[in-house]
């Protein structure tokens, strides 16, 4: 198994971190005026765009998709993806108040092929995770409305944010991280919006809420559970 936190991976996601950034949320933006992205096999991926146009990342290639043809390259640079995608570094683009400050343009991008394709099964399974947690609360009435869940570039982590029990309820965001400066390795959270942490105190475990970090090794259903927990903890009791 890939080790989730260790150095190379660490310098993946940053490596990663930096193309999604600023070659493919950039790209979608310069179209659209929109930048989250989407899991995709082997990685992200902007949603189809434009003339039916894609930019993805599978492992630590780059691939674009447009007009009915496909180039691919192996991620080497920023510059050079940047300049196979069709990007200008040197304008201004910010996904939000936390959005990386660009590398060297000719700074090799140290990007493990398999350290990325074990963050691209994590966003998987945390967008699987989210959608079948946002599903059965709509059914059971306890989610009255969810943001479309997305890659959010700035912090990297796909996530939605839930309001609990009806209008005006909890607002909760639920998502699943790569990692970052407080936890290195991938991690699944439920972030509450505001202060209370009802329920068992040692469930909120970090300081916006809760973990679960993949280093520990939880199965599927334990990934789930983990989710519904926080969220029952959250939503409003039923009278």
Same mark, same amino acid.
């Given at each position: ?49 434009? /003339? ?123 998502? /699943? ?17 505001? /202060? ?18 993949? /280093? ?24």
């Amino acid at each position: 198994m890939v080790d989730p936190a260790g150095p190379a991976d660490v310098a993946t996601r940053e490596g990663l971190h930096q193309v999604a950034v600023h070659v493919l949320a950039r790209r979608r933006h310069a179209v659209t005026g929109r930048f989250g992205l989407r899991p995709a096999p082997g990685g992200l991926a902007t949603p189809v765009f434009g /003339a039916d146009e894609v930019v993805r990342l599978s492992g630590a290639t780059l691939v674009v998709e447009r007009g009915g043809e496909t180039r691919a390259e192996p991620l080497t640079t920023l510059g050079r993806a940047a300049d196979l995608v069709g990007v200008d570094l040197a304008a201004p683009f910010s996904v939000g108040a936390d959005t990386p400050v660009a590398v060297d343009p000719d700074a090799p991008l140290a990007i493990d092929a398999a350290a990325a394709r074990v963050l691209g099964d994590w966003w998987a399974l945390g967008a699987a995770l989210v959608d079948e947690v946002v599903g059965a609360g709509h059914a059971d009435g306890s989610v009255a409305a969810a943001t479309a869940a997305q890659v959010w570039p700035e912090h990297f982590d796909h996530a939605t944010t839930l309001t609990l029990g009806g209008p005006g309820g909890p607002k909760v965001n639920v998502g /699943a991280s790569p990692g970052d400066g407080g936890e290195p390795g991938p991690y699944l959270y439920v972030g509450p919006w505001d /202060a209370a942490r009802p329920g068992d105190p040692a469930y909120w475990n970090a300081p916006f809420g809760a973990v679960l970090r993949r /280093a520990d090794g939880p199965g599927r259903a334990e990934a789930l559970a983990f989710l519904r927990r926080g969220l029952g903890y959250l939503a409003p009791q039923r009278t």
